[in-house]
Structure formats: structure tokens, C-alpha cells
């Protein structure tokens, strides 16, 4: 227990004279070492950086950095391959030998599949995070953890079933088309999808009919979980009708890729 003759302003306890001599504290010698290790650290941190700012330095690649850089050559690489599919379907439809009912079933495939552009009309449904100085707009509501304010994978999800589930012919989420192999896949509050990364706020289009479309966002229980906290902590939420829109065709590859059981006993 501290002896109130220590602290400044505080009346002496009983038996304790004003005036006499104080003793060293095991707590000043432990602060006059904590700043004597700090004046160690930064004469190192200075030695280290030989007098530049390490926290620029431009060979000190963050892991997001590398991440957006790889996110674009995939976009290239989406965009070269759209380029060379179409200039080799050319090709082959010079001469291929069909006729003109298999190119018509050929290209009713390729509008199911969603490798070829849909036109029609259609709705956005927009999600973003929350402020991040939300609180609970309604009472009888707990303050906000951080989960309650950014956008998960599952609300994602849920809005592309939804839209599905309204019967629509076609989805483009952000600037990619989904096809039946497409997973909607979120790594805390961003979007890893196709190979690509995005940042909210997400925009889900669909071509369809749009009272079906918003009929269906409003019964998926789902959808209306992600309501609640729209309207409790300020989760963004909006659905515009867009009129008659075109959606690109998916562009990336459409081999499966799967695993195969090795032959050798040590596997089983």
C-alpha cells in the first residue's frame, strides 16, 4: 500500500513527519529504465534506416499493394482472353461445316452459359458499410460491434439468390458477369471474386423483370435480416431501377478444375 506522504497535494498519514527524506521507488527506477530502452530503440531504428524514412520506403511492399497489382493483371488477362476467344470463335465459324439450327443452338448455349452479352432491363441493389462512427439508431439495441457495420459474404449472397430466385436472366456483380461456376467470396469486408478484388460499396445488377426482382429481395429471409441492421446501425442499402442495360459476357476461363486421388498406397 502507497504511503500518502508520496503523493503531492495529500495530508500525511499518521506517524509519517512532513519534510523528510524520500525514498527511491522500485516504480522511478522501473520508469527511468522504459526510457532508456526507448532511447535504444530509436538510435537503432535511426542506425537501421541510415537516415531515410522506413516507413515509405519503396521496397517495402504491403501485402495489399501486391494484392490490387495482382487484381489488375487479372483484369488484363480477362480482357486479352475475351479478345482472343472471340477471334478464334470467328475463325471457326467460317467454315466449321454446321449448320445454321446448330449455330443457333450453339449460341442459346452461350447466352445460358453467360459468355455472351445480355441485354434487358434491369434493377442495381447497392451495399455498403456502415459509418464507422455508427451507433444504435433504435432503442432496445445493443452498440454496434465492429461485424455489425461492414459487408459479409453472406449479404452478398443472399442478394444474388434473391435475384436468382426472382427469375433473372442474367447478374453482374461489381464488373464481372457470374455464370453457374461463380463464388461470391469475402475475406473480411472485401470482395474476392473471379480472381479480382473489389472494395465496397458492391453493386449487384440484374437483367430481369423488375417487380419480380425487388418482390423477391423483399420475401428472402435473409434480405430482411440485413434490414434490421440497415435500419439500426446504418448499413448502406439501395435498389435503383436501371432501365435497359447490355451485361458483358464472362470473359475468364471455363475449365474445371478438380482434384484427382493419387494411385500410391500412402495416400490411402
Given at each position: 500500500m502507497?504511503?500518502?506522504?508520496?503523493?503531492?497535494?495529500?495530508?500525511?498519514?499518521?506517524?509519517?513527519?512532513?519534510?523528510?527524506?524520500?525514498?527511491?521507488?522500485?516504480?522511478?527506477?522501473?520508469?527511468?529504465?522504459?526510457?532508456?530502452?526507448?532511447?535504444?530503440?530509436?538510435?537503432?531504428s535511426f542506425h537501421t534506416?541510415?537516415?531515410?524514412?522506413?516507413?515509405?520506403?519503396?521496397?517495402?511492399?504491403?501485402?495489399?499493394?501486391?494484392?490490387?497489382?495482382?487484381?489488375?493483371?487479372?483484369?488484363?488477362?480477362?480482357?486479352?482472353?475475351?479478345?482472343?476467344?472471340?477471334?478464334?470463335?470467328?475463325?471457326?465459324?467460317?467454315?466449321d461445316g454446321g449448320t445454321a439450327a446448330e449455330d443457333d443452338k450453339l449460341a442459346g448455349l452461350e447466352k445460358s452459359a453467360g459468355t455472351r452479352p445480355l441485354k434487358g432491363r434491369a434493377i442495381t441493389v447497392t451495399l455498403n458499410d456502415a459509418p464507422p462512427n455508427a451507433t444504435a439508431k433504435l432503442p432496445g439495441y445493443?452498440?454496434?460491434?465492429?461485424?455489425?457495420?461492414?459487408?459479409?459474404?453472406?449479404?452478398?449472397?443472399?442478394?444474388?439468390?434473391?435475384?436468382?430466385?426472382?427469375?433473372?436472366?442474367?447478374?453482374?456483380?461489381?464488373d464481372q458477369r457470374l455464370i453457374s461456376t461463380s463464388a461470391v467470396r469475402c475475406v473480411g469486408n472485401t470482395l474476392i471474386l473471379q480472381g479480382r478484388v473489389y472494395s465496397p460499396p458492391y453493386k449487384i445488377t440484374a437483367v430481369g423483370d423488375p417487380d419480380k426482382l425487388r418482390r423477391a429481395l423483399a420475401d428472402s429471409p435473409a434480405i430482411q435480416n440485413y434490414m434490421v441492421y440497415v435500419n439500426v446501425y446504418g448499413l448502406g442499402w439501395k435498389v435503383t431501377d436501371d432501365g435497359t442495360v447490355t451485361l458483358p459476357g464472362y470473359t475468364g476461363t471455363v475449365d474445371l478444375q478438380y482434384a484427382e486421388p493419387l494411385d500410391s498406397p500412402a495416400a490411402h
Amino acid at each position: 500500500m502507497s504511503n500518502s506522504a508520496d503523493f503531492p497535494g495529500t495530508r500525511p498519514g499518521p506517524g509519517v513527519r512532513p519534510g523528510g527524506p524520500r525514498r527511491v521507488r522500485p516504480v522511478r527506477i522501473l520508469t527511468a529504465s522504459v526510457f532508456a530502452l526507448a532511447g535504444l530503440l530509436f538510435f537503432t531504428s535511426f542506425h537501421t534506416a541510415k537516415g531515410t524514412d522506413i516507413r515509405t520506403d519503396s521496397s517495402l511492399l504491403k501485402l495489399s499493394d501486391l494484392i490490387q497489382e495482382r487484381s489488375r493483371k487479372n483484369q488484363e488477362l480477362d480482357a486479352s482472353n475475351a479478345a482472343l476467344r472471340g477471334e478464334v470463335e470467328s475463325l471457326a465459324r467460317r467454315d466449321d461445316g454446321g449448320t445454321a439450327a446448330e449455330d443457333d443452338k450453339l449460341a442459346g448455349l452461350e447466352k445460358s452459359a453467360g459468355t455472351r452479352p445480355l441485354k434487358g432491363r434491369a434493377i442495381t441493389v447497392t451495399l455498403n458499410d456502415a459509418p464507422p462512427n455508427a451507433t444504435a439508431k433504435l432503442p432496445g439495441y445493443p452498440e454496434p460491434q465492429p461485424d455489425y457495420l461492414v459487408i459479409h459474404q453472406q449479404d452478398l449472397q443472399a442478394v444474388v439468390n434473391a435475384l436468382w430466385q426472382g427469375g433473372a436472366q442474367g447478374i453482374k456483380v461489381m464488373d464481372q458477369r457470374l455464370i453457374s461456376t461463380s463464388a461470391v467470396r469475402c475475406v473480411g469486408n472485401t470482395l474476392i471474386l473471379q480472381g479480382r478484388v473489389y472494395s465496397p460499396p458492391y453493386k449487384i445488377t440484374a437483367v430481369g423483370d423488375p417487380d419480380k426482382l425487388r418482390r423477391a429481395l423483399a420475401d428472402s429471409p435473409a434480405i430482411q435480416n440485413y434490414m434490421v441492421y440497415v435500419n439500426v446501425y446504418g448499413l448502406g442499402w439501395k435498389v435503383t431501377d436501371d432501365g435497359t442495360v447490355t451485361l458483358p459476357g464472362y470473359t475468364g476461363t471455363v475449365d474445371l478444375q478438380y482434384a484427382e486421388p493419387l494411385d500410391s498406397p500412402a495416400a490411402h
